[in-house]
């Protein structure tokens, strides 16, 4: 038997990692989570001066850092040359600047080959989320699901995400504006665009609990693996 892969793709703010999350608990299965790990090469840049506006220069600057991803579904951490990165990667500079950085072919040909090797050090099997899951980087995958929801429920839920941890409506309508950048960004790149694999279950959760999504995926693996 090989080890299970559930591939989970989809926008921003459809829901994909606090599903992704819970789904690997559900089912004792490893996580990863490779939205951080572009993240946290991003910090790495920016932290470090590179011009991540030129993809040349991003190009030869991503083989230096070390990047490597936890894949415990409880708390993951990503650290970059052994520094936890977990707390500054979702800092607004990164949001600003990580389409850019993953729309350069090195740096997805770099992480790719850490997420394959991630899916082969996992036990049981790993639930992995992204953009690419389903698409590119885990074409075999034993489920790929791709998570969709209307434009309104994605902002709203990401508004009241953002309501909760105590920010003001213009902070959350600039965000709300970025977000959608993000995800035009990434549906149009050239490399890898955000894209439903042909043989990937949509699942819309526009009009879903949290518990009716992870329920029907945990069903879909339960039924394949
Ligand atoms: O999932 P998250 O919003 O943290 O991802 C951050 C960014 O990383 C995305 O907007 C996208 O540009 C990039 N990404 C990607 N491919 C993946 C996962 C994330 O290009 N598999």
Same mark, same amino acid.
């Given at each position: 038997n090989s080890p299970v892969v559930v591939a989970i793709d989809g926008p921003s703010g459809s829901g994909k990692s606090t599903v992704s999350r819970a789904v690997a608990s559900r089912l004792g299965l490893s996580f990863l989570d490779t939205g951080a790990m572009y993240r946290a090469m991003t910090w790495w840049m920016l932290t470090n001066g590179v011009?991540? &506006? &030129?993809p040349e220069a991003v190009a030869i600057a991503c083989a230096k850092p070390v990047v490597v991803s936890g894949t415990d579904a409880a708390g993951p951490t990503i650290t970059v040359d052994g520094q936890d990165v977990s707390g500054p990667i979702r800092g607004p500079e990164v949001t600003a600047k990580v389409s850019a950085v993953a729309a350069v072919p090195a740096v997805r040909a770099r992480l790719v080959e850490l997420q394959r090797g991630c899916a082969a050090h996992a036990a049981r099997g790993i639930v992995a989320e992204g953009? &690419?899951?389903? @698409?590119?980087?885990?074409? &075999? $995958?034993t489920v790929k699901v791709f998570l969709t929801a209307s434009e309104q429920a994605r902002s709203e839920r990401r508004a009241a995400e953002l309501r909760a941890k105590g920010l003001d409506e213009a902070t959350i309508t600039a965000m709300a504006a970025d977000l959608a950048r993000r995800d035009a960004a990434d549906s149009s790149? !050239? /490399? $890898?665009?955000l894209t439903r694999a042909a043989d990937a279950e949509l699942v819309d /959760? @526009? !009009?879903?609990t949290l518990d009716q999504v992870i329920g029907t995926i945990t069903a879909l693996v339960e039924d394949r693996a």
């Open positions: 011009d991540v &506006d &030129d953009r &690419d899951m389903g @698409s590119v980087v885990f074409p &075999d $995958a790149r !050239e /490399t $890898a665009p /959760t @526009s !009009e879903l």
